[in-house]
């Protein structure tokens, strides 16, 4: 499903990354792993069209995007890759279910279909009497899950996660983890995740580990 082959990233005389090779398969739940400045985070970027690599290449279900103009590579992304941070990047202004019906209106669903999907959503993840509250009134469990469920709207082929319980605490933590996997039995979610905790790390099909810009394990 996804392939990089050879991905290469500067910033400035910074190498960041030194030549990546990656593959992940579907319905696969794959943890990339290791110290600040491995070079995860730009990696996962990478992969998700968020920048471009300086040399290599990105497949993913067959395509590779950054052959892509800008418009059609967006509507790429829109439709095969959800997003999941370490702060849920709500729209403070907007309820649980209008965040969530954002990606799918953006893919020029009608309003009545993207309501639909994202109430679906709220439903299967225990947030049916939560969808008129707005970020502030949610707590950082609760925000998470809206990002998850924005993150799926689309049924994308992926969700890459960047340190995605990174600010939660412990029993929300667990609970975002264990909504990986139960995504990945119920809807067939693949995950490719960023995090520092070994816990997760050590519960995913595969691990990743990174160091200095390079694939070590």
């Known amino acids: 499903m996804i392939q990089t082959h050879a991905i290469t990233k500067r910033f400035d005389r910074l190498q960041i990354l030194k030549g990546i090779d990656i593959e992940v398969h579907d319905r696969e739940i794959v943890a990339i792993v290791g110290p600040s ?3 995860k985070t730009t990696l996962l970027q990478i992969v998700g069209t968020l920048d471009r690599p300086d040399s290599g290449h990105v497949i993913i279900d067959g395509v590779d995007p950054f052959t892509l103009n800008e418009r059609r590579m967006a509507a790429f992304r829109n439709q095969h890759i959800g997003f999941v941070f370490q702060f849920h990047r709500l729209l403070p202004e907007f309820t649980a279910l209008e965040n969530v ?6 893919a020029r669903d009608s309003a009545a279909e993207a309501e639909r999907k994202a109430r679906e959503l709220l439903d299967f993840l225990h947030l049916s009497d939560r969808i008129t509250h707005k970020p502030a009134e949610l707590s950082g469990g609760e925000k998470q899950r809206v990002a998850v469920a924005r993150a799926l709207i689309n049924r994308p082929s992926v969700v ?16 975002l983890h264990r909504l990986f996997f139960d995504l990945r039995r119920d809807l067939g979610q693949t995950f490719v995740i960023v995090t520092h905790d070994e816990a997760l790390a050590a519960q995913a099909d595969r691990t990743i580990r990174m160091r200095d810009g390079v694939i070590i394990d």
Do not use: N, Q, R, V
């Not at 890459?160 to 609970?175: R, V």
């Open 101 to 106: 019906m954002i990606p799918a209106l953006i």
């Open 37 to 39: 400045g491995a070079g």
């Open 160 to 175: 890459l996660a960047d340190e995605p319980s990174g600010s939660l605490d412990s029993h929300s933590k667990d609970e």
